[in-house]
């Protein structure tokens, strides 16, 4: 290995370590307590190491934010490829969905509520972003219905999960009945 791959090879690990301390840091203290001083002494580089690989805490947020989105693509991808049948495809979609959010809070709010710098349906969407939305895609245009875009179905399916996420984690909506609001989405929107 030269020293430029071994150098190369060092920068990827220290981002790494950076964005996975700020995501652990989110999800114990919240985001606002990922500063780059903090990030600095849990990972023991100066400020200046961070800001080598980072402009600064927006871009760390989306950072995570695309990690978050690889991460959501591929439990999507795996429950809905384990289900039989549009129908159950599309539950196993939507509770996946809702598991993912309620698991992992402060990644779930970098990719949706915080301002990472990340362009979202746009030419310069990220493919992590893309691709997130294409794991949506993939199980929901088979249930849009006739004559419906898939492409607006789906924005509009991953809005009510997006809505069911967030007023349940808000404690808006008990949360004992969310089997039940995920059915009825379902059975509402998806023609099955």
Request: aromatic content about 6%.
């Amino acid at each position: 290995m030269s020293v430029q791959e071994r150098k190369q090879r060092e920068r990827a690990d220290r981002e790494r370590l950076i964005v996975t301390t700020a995501r652990e840091l989110a999800e114990q203290q919240g985001w606002d307590a990922v500063t780059t001083r903090q990030l600095s002494e849990r990972i023991e580089y100066s400020q200046p190491v961070l800001y080598s690989h980072f402009r600064g805490k927006r871009e760390i947020i989306g950072a995570v934010a695309l990690q978050g989105a690889t991460e959501m693509a591929a439990a999507l991808r795996a429950a809905t490829a384990a289900a039989h049948g549009p129908r159950a495809r599309v539950i196993a979609l939507a509770r996946t969905y809702l598991d993912f959010a309620a698991r992992n809070p402060a990644v779930y709010d970098a990719m949706f509520q915080l301002d990472g710098g990340l362009a979202f349906a746009a030419e310069d969407t990220p493919e992590p972003l893309k691709d997130g939305f294409a794991a949506l895609l993939e199980s929901l245009e088979q249930v849009a219905g006739d004559g419906v875009h898939p492409g607006l179905f789906t924005e509009l399916f991953w809005a009510a999960l997006h809505g069911l996420a967030t007023l349940t984690r808000a404690g808006r909506l008990p949360p004992q009945d969310a089997d039940r609001r995920v059915e009825l989405l379902v059975n509402r929107l998806a023609i099955l």
